[in-house]
């Protein structure tokens, strides 16, 4: 690959850092694996480039190869230290931003998609992406109806976090 | 308003609080060294390979094997050679085309798929390895029995005394013993490959393929 390419792609990814941000946290624990996993997403980004055509959207093209690494392709970094765990997608609310109750609801279902599988995790941030059903079902390999179908499950079931 | 939907807007909003890499770090990264588990299985394949390949270059060639010079340019041995040989090869041509197939950008089942079809490659052949082991060895020892002088005497001073029975049972028990501790040594280090690799993997292909169900 030439400078050009290299220089285009970085600047792309650079722009779109958010998508892999956001995988990160959903799917670490700890700042060293979020960097860790950042990482190994970018190299495969890089790997998979020569492979994109310019026919499809960079982003969409980036969450098929971001998902992919995490769950599939990723494998905890050993460097795992127990002490340095922070809450992954808990991030500090701001006070003044929410009243208490509403503040309490979002934690809630914060915490519940922590403990999904790999794959309702991938549902769930896909949803939260605003993606169809159709670039949904594109990018797990599942069909339209049956996505549809896992994501209302899902949905029922943050819903009843909320109201046992 | 929907509980989800404010959660969704609240998904967007932490997008403030993520952290910013640089270009520099960004491109630094590039160039970094891959982990993943394909790397992994790639690796540890190709040394499968080489083990596997070893093990018979070895068991031919030794020294201590002396004894199968006296039947090594039989039909039978000679057939069963290539055989092994053809056998490496065919894993080993699509065990590549295999890998080859291995795509990010595929969809993530695919993806998954084609992982566990490529490391089923190198399964099939580990098992026909077995296999083939469990038949060339039981094929020398008794082709050793009517050709190997030293053991044609052997089996002579222990018919003489009456004991040919336990001639058979002490060469045909030992080498079953011998094969099946092999056997087992060869399946734990699979549950160990898999215990590692696959693990996460597996699961994640089961929960896709039972959202189709």
Redesign the interface.
Known sequence: MNKEQEHTFVTLLEENQNIVHKICRLYTSDADAHNDLFQEITIQLWKAYPKFRGDAKFTTWMYRVALNTAITLYRKSKKKIKTQEIEPISFKIKAEEYDDQVEQQLRLMYDAIKELNDIDKALVFLYLEDRDYKDISETLGISEVNARVKMNRIKTKLRTVLNP | MD??D???Q??K???Q???????DD??K??W???????K?IFVISILEFLFWGLISFTLKDSEGMEAYNSIKDLTLMKVLTYFGNAALFVFILLFFMNYRRI??????????KN?LRTRKTVNYYVWFNLVYFVIFSFVIIFLEMNYDEQLIQLHDEFAAKGNETMFYTVIYGMSFIFVIIFAVVIWLFYRLIYGI?LK??N??YK??KQ??V
């Not at chain 2, 609080?17 to 270009?23: A, G, R």
């Not at chain 2, 795509?103 to 998954?112: E, P, Q």
């Open positions: 509980e989800l404010l959660l969704k609240d998904w909003r932490k997008e609080e993520l952290p910013k890499l640089s270009y960004i491109h990264m590039i970094k060294r891959s982990s993943s588990i394909v992994w795509s990010t950008i595929d969809n993530a089942k695919t993806l998954m992982i690799l996460k993997l699961k994640n929960e896709l959202i189709e």
